[in-house]
């Protein structure tokens, strides 16, 4: 088994992160998921990075109900790229805190 990184070598990581990511120019756009619903669509420097289809953090392959929520959603999404965290993860409490639950 490989070993667990230290603290020291995460927050090294994630400062890399942060400097690839303020060099990549993000856009997203709100795509059509099953049943009438919504997902997003997340591209970096042009080329297709993210496609979520499905609420995150959630059971089950249920979109978002409303443009709204997934267009929210995508941009926290980015705001954690921005932040450094890959993979960005969203949990329950984000999608409240932004409504989109």
Do not use: R
């Amino acid at each position: 088994l490989p070993k667990k990184p230290t603290t020291k070598e995460i927050a090294a990581i994630k400062k890399v992160n942060i400097k690839q990511a303020a060099a990549t120019q993000f856009k997203y756009f709100v795509i059509k998921a099953d049943s009438a619903t919504y997902g997003y669509s997340i591209y970096a420097n042009g080329n297709l990075y993210i496609e979520q289809k499905n609420i995150p953090a959630i059971a089950g392959n249920k979109g978002f109900t409303d443009t709204t929520s997934a267009a929210n959603t995508a941009k926290l999404v980015i705001q954690k790229l921005k932040q450094g965290e890959m993979p960005p993860t969203i949990n329950i409490t984000d999608l409240k805190n932004i409504k989109a639950l």
